[in-house]
């Protein structure tokens, strides 16, 4: 991978803050956007900045054409059909669609592990109280890898309707192995819901081989604008949901007393779309198919492999997640003995303009849990060097010796 090539698309790589470049250390958060989404975005605004499906002339029938375009171009990344793309502004509205639009009864289970985004544990708590389903919680193991055992016992032992489980984790990025869990979730009659957020545009995902019912992803995170996600949904399960937003877009005729609904996608996306965001994730679809997945996954386990060699034989350097880098992928999170991470994350910031994450990650759950405040957190993705992460260690190493 020519990353030095790949570097010169991000603008935001080419700021100077204080005389000093950036280190942007965050990509699990958030990614940098190219220049080619950039210029897709202003193509929308400047040249068709119209609404799709209403109008009539031209503007609007190009903007029509461009957003299907775009959900073409999604699936085929995913190995999905068109017609299986939901537009969401995100993965947290992903999941929170196919929770309540999906069909549950009182007693109905659902599965996820310790270590969810609250995206994937809030909707079911809330289902929890109102629908009064059982939420069951999976253990993962001590090196925060997925408890195949014990998922094959829960599934032997209790009636489970959905598995919901992250597949690549945003908390010390563990890909679970999701065809494994498919095939045991559907032996034993249990739909699957996978939070592609961290994986999708990182690593290869074919949806077809995983045989997943729904999956969601974040377009911010994967080199597209920001408000604009997709959910997966294996076409017959349409037939085993409700709606969920309804209003201008969802229905084709109403009375005062009766609507007639679209079919699906289309069913699920009230109102008006970010049309903007939707035409820019086609130019980020793009580059990501360019750049190829699968060498971007294998250059980010390599950052991840120099870090570890620098900094794994520091002892106040507790690291979050498996020992071994190939398994933490994009990801590494972790504590220095007697600093708070925020104070870290304030540190790298000011020490050398490097950026990264700090707090509980949006899985506060797993954290309380453990009694621990929060972590660092370092994420890389195919515009971080070697002279990033050496960056980044050096201020790590300054840190450890104050």
């Known amino acids: 991978m020519n990353t030095e090539e790949i570097r010169k698309d991000f ?22 956007k190219p220049v080619q989404v950039i210029n897709a975005v202003m193509e929308y605004y400047t040249d068709f900045p119209g609404c799709g499906g209403r109008s009539i002339h031209k503007i609007s029938v190009e903007v029509s054409q461009r957003v299907e375009e ?3 171009k999604i699936a085929s990344f995913i190995n999905a059909k068109p017609g299986e793309i939901v537009y969401t502004k995100n993965a947290s509205e992903g999941i929170n669609l196919v929770a309540n639009a999906l069909r549950f009864s009182k007693g109905d289970a659902v599965l996820i592990t310790d270590k969810e985004h609250n995206s994937n544990l809030v909707p079911w708590q809330i289902l929890a109280r109102r629908k009064k389903i059982n939420l069951r919680i999976l253990p993962t193991n001590p090196d925060g890898t997925f408890d195949m055992d014990g998922f094959a016992e829960v599934l032997e032992n209790e009636k489970i309707k959905l598995v919901s489980i992250v597949h690549t984790s945003n908390l010390d990025g563990v890909t679970n192995p999701v065809k494994e869990i498919s095939r045991l979730a559907h032996k034993h009659g249990a739909l699957l819901l996978l939070d592609g957020a961290q994986s999708v545009g990182h690593c290869h995902v074919d949806v077809q081989e995983i045989k997943a019912d729904f999956m969601v992803m974040s377009m911010h995170k994967m080199l597209a604008p920001t408000g604009v996600g ?16 309804t209003g201008g877009e969802t229905v084709s005729n109403t009375t005062y007393t009766s609507a007639e609904f ?35 996954e294998q250059h980010c386990i390599e950052l991840n492999r120099i870090v570890q060699d620098e900094l794994e034989k520091i002892e106040k350097i507790k690291i979050i997640g498996p020992a071994e880098p190939k398994l933490r992928g994009s990801v590494f999170s972790f504590n220095i003995e007697g600093w708070n991470c925020h104070d870290v994350g304030i540190f790298l910031d000011e020490m050398d303009n490097v950026m990264v994450r700090t707090g509980r990650l949006c899985v506060h759950s797993w954290f309380n849990a453990r009694k621990i405040d929060g972590c660092v957190r370092a994420s890389f993705y195919l515009y971080n060097n070697e002279q990033d992460v050496h960056r980044f260690t050096k201020c790590v190493k300054k840190c450890c010796k104050l």
């Open 11 to 32: 603008p935001t790589l080419s700021r100077k803050i204080n005389g000093k470049g950036i280190v942007y250390l965050d990509s699990a958060c958030m990614s940098l």
């Open 70 to 72: 775009a959900r073409k």
């Open 230 to 245: 997709a959910l997966y949904v294996h076409a017959p399960m349409f037939e085993e949901m409700d709606c969920f937003i």
């Open 262 to 296: 679209l079919d699906p996608p289309q069913r699920y996306e009230a109102g008006l779309q970010n049309y903007a965001g939707i035409i820019g994730s086609t130019a980020a679809v793009d580059y990501l198919e360019r750049a190829g997945v699968e060498k971007i």
